[in-house]
């Protein structure tokens, strides 16, 4: 078995190592982009008929009418029925805790005054429509349809449409009790580049949204990309991430499973630790030979993190809290003895998990907080997925003629300055008068 590769921050080379691992892994093949603009270019053209033919090629689905794909309610009300009742609970405390979490993010319109009786302020207003792509086939994930569609529904959005494709008709009964649970609207069991697209301009049995949230593969990543500005979206994320900063305090085992955690993800994701006692790596690398073998994904999780992974060794916690501000990982875990005073030192990040008990396994499904999160780097200027991303702000001016007659000599002289004559008469028109004449 292949070690973690090693690390120093001491070494000459610490900086080109660091930006060789740790360089964004998703980007996307052109072949990718071209074939992902022929759909959404075909479904555009060609509506409902598009979609169900991609549907039937690319899920091996033999569905005559569009109008199959959508999942009637007594299909959830039925799948919710065959999950075992303590199953379902369980299911109901993870949406009740997100719900929880995104309630405290709701914000209020507002407005202010000045001494001329001029008001300022700004409108809070949900969005009308969100699309929530979950990804289906080899694995089912109800928890990415609660982060989606909780916030947007906490938000006001009063149509939540989510889409998910079902190879061979096949739906899992965790994705559509988690649909009913979290508010979804309308269910449609399509997938890929083309459902992206029939969300984003829409066909003759679906109507068009107006943003679209919600991973997906590299043909959904670069159909996401091709329709923003049609549509906002909530990022492209890249291959998923966690950094542990550790101060040898934590029983190694625990550390090992909280890489294999974010590792069986996919043979692109990676898990870095970074500690400034170099025992302690030897202990962590003796953990992941002893426990590997016993995970189900063992293969996948090995090509991680030998592929991707690293340990990697600071002279002190503030050296190990600046690499981790310079990397702004997707997850964060300070599995160290004070993690509130390091905290204070950490400047970038999408979720941060303070001491040893806090590992992002529970982050990712039922905290509360939002787990799809900003990656490959971009945490520097990005924040997680929340109720904020299903609003949007109007700015409102309400001028009195006080005001107007002050502020539009300021607008006048500034608009002259630029050239913009008719801006200045604009403003000009309203000063020292009620209306104009």
């Not at 449609?188 to 679209?212: C, F, H, M, N, P």
């Not at 329709?227 to 305090?249: C, H, K, N, Q, W």
């Not at 016993?294 to 996948?300: D, F, K, N």
Request: with cysteine; charged share 20%; glycine share 6%.
């Amino acid at each position: 078995m292949s070690k973690v590769k090693l690390l120093r921050s001491t070494d000459k080379d610490f900086n080109a190592e660091l930006a060789t691992l740790t360089e964004s892994q998703g980007a996307l093949d052109r072949a990718v982009i071209d074939a992902a603009d022929a759909i959404i270019a075909q479904i555009r053209k060609e509506g409902d008929a598009a979609l169900l033919s991609l549907t039937n090629r690319f899920d091996q689905r033999a569905v005559e009418s569009v109008d199959l794909l959508n999942v009637k309610r007594e299909v959830w009300a039925a799948a919710k029925a065959r999950l075992p009742s303590q199953d379902y609970q369980q299911l109901e405390l993870a949406a009740d805790r997100i719900r929880w979490f995104h309630e405290h993010q709701k914000q209020s319109s507002w407005s202010i005054a000045d001494s001329l009786g001029n008001r300022v302020g700004q409108r809070v207003l949900p969005l009308d429509s969100v699309g929530v792509y979950v990804p289906g086939g080899k694995a089912s994930y109800p928890s990415s349809v609660l982060m989606n569609t909780i916030p947007a529904k906490v938000a006001g959005v009063q149509r939540i449409v989510m889409v998910t494709p079902a190879p061979n008709g096949v739906m899992n009964d965790w994705v559509l009790a988690a649909a009913e649970l979290a508010g979804v609207d309308e269910l449609w069991t399509i997938g890929g580049a083309q459902a992206v697209a029939a969300l984003a301009y829409g066909t003759e049995s679906i109507r068009a949204v107006d943003k679209i949230v919600g991973p997906g593969n590299a043909y959904v990543a670069a159909a996401k990309r091709a329709v923003f500005g049609r549509v906002g979206i909530d990022m492209i994320a890249g291959p998923s991430e966690v950094l542990i900063i550790t101060d040898g305090s934590v029983n190694p085992d625990w550390i090992a499973m909280d890489m294999f955690a974010q590792c069986e993800h996919d043979e692109m994701a990676q898990a870095i630790v970074i500690c400034d006692q170099v025992d302690y790596f030897e202990a962590l690398q003796s953990s992941i030979d002893r426990l590997l073998p016993t995970m189900t994904r063992a293969s996948i999780i090995e090509q991680s993190l030998f592929n991707r992974s690293a340990f990697i060794l600071t002279c002190d916690l503030s050296e190990s809290a600046q690499i981790s501000n310079q990397l702004a990982p997707e997850h964060l875990e300070l599995a160290v003895s004070d993690a509130a005073d390091l905290l204070e030192q950490i400047k970038h990040a999408g979720a941060i998990f303070l001491g040893a008990q806090s590992t992002e396994a529970v982050g990712d499904y039922c905290a509360g907080p939002n787990h799809v999160l900003p990656t490959s780097g971009t945490a520097k200027f990005s924040s997680p997925l929340g109720v904020y991303d299903f609003e949007k702000r109007s700015s409102v001016i309400d001028l009195s003629v006080q005001g107007a007659t002050a502020l539009g000599h300021c607008a006048s002289l500034l608009a002259e300055a630029e050239g913009l004559d008719a801006h200045a008469e604009s403003a000009r028109y309203r000063i020292s008068k009620t209306q104009p004449e």
